[in-house]
């Protein structure tokens, strides 16, 4: 894959193995990511020292920035509470640590 690499959300929470890099995420204004919102891959180690995230987000208002590594967190601690979590669940558990910086915790 060629970084930076623009997709969807649902293909980043399909796809975690592939996360060695970064992602860039848009958040509508309710707060809350959508499967459906445009996500973009990039490697961190690619920018200038003065950038946070490509000049090509700025294009697309992009703005809020997700290691892989932590996304892969918040899908293997779901996977630790529920085996095989669907789609839906693992927005919830990406949404949570967003908002919460803290994993989501299933009764």
Known sequence: MELPFVTKVAWVLENPSDLESWMLVSLPRSGSLRLADTAMIFDSRELDPDEDYPPEASALELRTVVGGPSIQDVLSNLSQ?????????????????LEHDAFISLQ
């Open 81 to 97: 509470q529920r085996p095989n979590p669907d789609i839906e669940k693992m927005l919830d558990a990406l949404n949570y640590y």
